[in-house]
Structures are given as structure tokens and as C-alpha cells.
């Protein structure tokens, strides 16, 4: 069984900081990708910002700039630096893992619960 722990949503005023953080545990062979996704009222999910094992990186263009994502490989954690918030930033923010269960199986991915992040104007 795989579990995704995010941890560090919360209220915020606009240009202010947040960092989130996402701990996967469990059945896990092997850690691939590891990624923060999000979704407002209304809207479809989307991505946020991406990071492989390797430590390569991808942001979507709403963000670049002013979010960084990160892992620790050794803690099965990845990291998501928000600064410079603004009230668009506000959704649920969803952890996002690519897990190899055991050297048999297929990539999956999972997803944690959410965290709900707020910026006030």
C-alpha cells in the first residue's frame, strides 16, 4: 500500500510564502517522478510543477519564477516553495507520485488527499 502526506497549505495574503511538502510511504520499489498539481473552483487540474528523480524540472507558465519544486530522494519527499502569491494561486493543491510498486509491475500513479491554499487579496 502507497500513501502521499502533504502537509503546509493554509492562509496567506498576496506576495507572501508557503511551502508545501509531500511525503510518500508505504510498498514503494521505485520513486519516479514527483509532481504538485492543483485545482480551483471551476477549473480542470492542473500542473503545477513537475520534478524527476534525477532532479530535472518543469514549471507551468503561471508559476515559473516564483515557485520552486524540490525532493529529498533518501526522505521520499518532494517540496513545493510558493512565493510571491497571488489570489489566483488559491485552489487545492494534490501531490502527485509515479511509484513502481515492485521490478514487476507497471508505473502508477498516486495522489495525496489535498491541501487547501488561500490568498487573500
Known amino acids: 500500500q502507497v500513501q502521499l502526506v502533504e502537509s503546509g497549505g493554509g492562509l496567506v495574503q498576496a506576495g507572501g510564502s508557503l511551502r508545501l511538502s509531500c511525503t510518500a510511504s508505504?510498498?514503494?520499489?521505485?520513486?519516479?517522478?514527483m509532481g504538485w498539481y492543483r485545482q480551483a473552483p471551476g477549473k480542470q487540474r492542473e500542473l503545477v510543477a513537475v520534478?524527476?528523480?534525477?532532479?530535472?524540472?518543469n514549471y507551468a507558465d503561471s508559476v515559473k519564477g516564483r515557485f520552486t519544486i524540490s525532493r529529498d530522494n533518501a526522505k521520499n519527499t518532494v517540496f513545493l516553495q510558493m512565493n510571491s502569491l497571488k489570489p489566483e494561486d488559491t485552489a487545492v493543491y494534490y501531490c502527485n507520485a509515479r511509484i513502481l510498486r515492485d521490478s514487476y509491475s507497471y508505473e502508477i500513479d498516486y495522489w495525496g488527499q489535498g491541501t487547501q491554499v488561500t490568498v487573500s487579496s
Open positions: 508505504g510498498s514503494i520499489f521505485k520513486l519516479n517522478a
Open positions: 520534478v524527476t528523480r534525477g532532479g530535472n524540472t
